[in-house]
């Protein structure tokens, strides 16, 4: 069973426009959720992240909603630019066990 | 800051092969993690360690693989007699810790191609 499921697996937008990619998790223990941002041939890049104990997270143009009692999580780009076109993964991890369980991205693609 | 430093880039070996991925941490960081990436797999987590200590290799294939963490430097990632199922790119990150929580950070990974 995939502990941490994204959608959609593609996403085309306009520039300008605002993109929400979507997360949901299985396991009740975790409670960090960061995001990461990855360009073909690099490692992943943090973008921003979200602790349980919070509902939003806004870092520029880059916001995490995150709904506890549902166990899901989005990330907003407003005014999405063609630089935004990556794949995004969300990850997650729960207290004092390091390790971070990854879902499968969404690629992104910005239109100008 | 010059940020995780992984080496090689880029190995090509042949079945049978050892290879052997080096990451150099971000100076100050206390952990060390390797994943693997595929388009099949995605991401998965492989072992990481503390202050040079192993902590969980929990994602270690049982043959074949292991990873050490000799100083603060520096941690190898080995894999003897490779498989073409090994082909993956090999993602080291290293991280700080805040409270309970690390920030992890990734470097570009290594590319390994096993023919």
């Known amino acids: 069973q995939q502990q941490v499921r994204q959608s959609p697996q593609s996403l085309t937008v306009w520039e300008g426009e605002t993109a929400i990619l979507n997360c949901s998790y299985e396991d009740s223990t975790f409670n960090y959720f960061p995001w990461y941002q990855q360009f073909p041939g690099e490692g992943p890049a943090l973008l921003i992240s979200i602790r349980s104990v919070s509902d939003k997270k806004e870092d520029g143009r880059f916001t995490i909603f995150f709904n506890k009692r549902e166990k899901k999580l989005s990330l907003h780009i407003t005014d999405s630019q063609p630089g935004d076109s990556a794949t995004y993964f969300c990850a997650a991890s729960a207290d004092n066990t390091g390790k971070l369980t990854f879902g499968d991205g969404t690629v992104l693609t910005v239109k100008p | 800051n010059a940020g995780v430093i992984q080496t090689p880039r880029h190995k090509v070996t042949g079945k049978g092969q050892e290879a052997t991925l080096w990451c150099e941490p971000i100076?100050?960081?206390?952990?060390v993690f390797w994943y693997r990436q595929t388009i099949v797999q995605g991401l998965e987590f492989l072992t990481y360690f503390r202050n040079q200590a192993p902590i969980d290799d929990s994602g270690m294939p049982k043959e074949r693989f292991s990873a050490q963490m000799p100083n603060q430097s520096h941690s190898t990632l080995k894999i003897q007699s490779t498989q073409p199922q090994d082909s993956a790119v090999y993602l080291c990150?290293?991280?700080?810790?805040?409270?309970?929580?690390?920030?992890?950070?990734f470097g570009p990974g290594t590319r390994l191609l096993v023919l």
């Open positions: 990150a290293s991280s700080f810790r805040t409270g309970s929580r690390d920030t992890q950070y």
């Open positions: 100076s100050g960081h206390s952990a």
